[in-house]
């Protein structure tokens, strides 16, 4: 595609359940990023793969927080048993690669945990 | 670890006026720094990036320089347009010459007014 996509934009989730956000990188894209941007905490680093390596994740603040990248391609951001402090826009970037100086984001998933 | 702090906002400017957008950092090593814009409704989006000391960024019209002397990477424009109303984030990475593991200041809204 021309951009980052993700989905779904907007999620409302009721404490303690599961949710999954997807985020489809710009094609050809080796490098994705996982960054939250809440209220309190401004824009912060979750995870980040680049290729076949094992990713970074030093970035996730919890074990209740995952992500995989299938195929080099499409990325999934799971958190499991949402928390109310979970409530942020999650946002996907992509770059051609690793040493690229510039990432392209996505327009996020606003996610909202009642 | 990395951080950086950019100036509270909200800045209103009258269209015309001069911006400045003052941002400071703290980092290990020689890491890249960049502004990003996020206009209303849509993603962040680069505006410009230097990757080493006394490098300066510049697009649209906005420039900043990279200054390890005073760890500062201010934003400015000499005459900013209503069109320029948006949130800017100065950002830094944690390795020079790259766009990975952005590190991002909490935004500075601006408003430029007729």
């Known amino acids: 595609g021309a951009g980052v996509s993700q989905s779904p934009s907007n999620k409302v989730t009721e404490k303690g359940k599961d949710v999954e956000l997807r985020c489809d990188p710009i094609s050809g894209h080796t490098a994705l990023y996982w960054y939250r941007q809440s209220l309190g905490q401004g824009l912060e680093f979750l995870i980040y793969?680049?290729?076949?390596?094992?990713?970074?994740k030093s970035g996730l603040p919890s074990d209740r927080f995952s992500a995989e990248r299938t195929g080099g391609s499409v990325s999934t951001l799971t958190i499991q048993r949402t928390q109310q402090e979970d409530s942020a826009v999650y946002l996907c970037?992509?770059?051609?690669?690793?040493?690229?100086?510039?990432?392209?984001f996505g327009q996020g998933t606003r996610l909202t945990v009642v | 670890g990395d951080s950086v702090t950019q100036m509270e906002g909200p800045v209103t400017l009258s269209e015309e006026a001069f911006l400045t957008i003052n941002c400071t950092y703290t980092?290990?090593?020689?890491?890249?720094l960049f502004w990003y814009v996020q206009y209303p409704g849509e993603g962040l989006q680069l505006l410009l990036k230097a990757t080493k000391a006394d490098d300066k960024g510049s697009n649209k019209g906005f420039e900043a320089t990279y200054r390890k002397e005073t760890t500062s990477f201010h934003l400015e424009k000499g005459s900013v347009q209503v069109s320029d109303s948006a949130v800017y984030f100065c950002a830094l990475s944690d390795r020079a010459g790259t766009a990975s593991k952005l590190t991002f200041g909490t935004g500075t809204r601006l408003q430029v007014t007729l």
């Open positions: 793969f680049q290729g076949n390596s094992a990713p970074d």
């Open positions: 970037a992509s770059s051609l690669f690793e040493a690229d100086t510039e990432a392209f």
């Open positions: 980092a290990t090593g020689y890491p890249s």
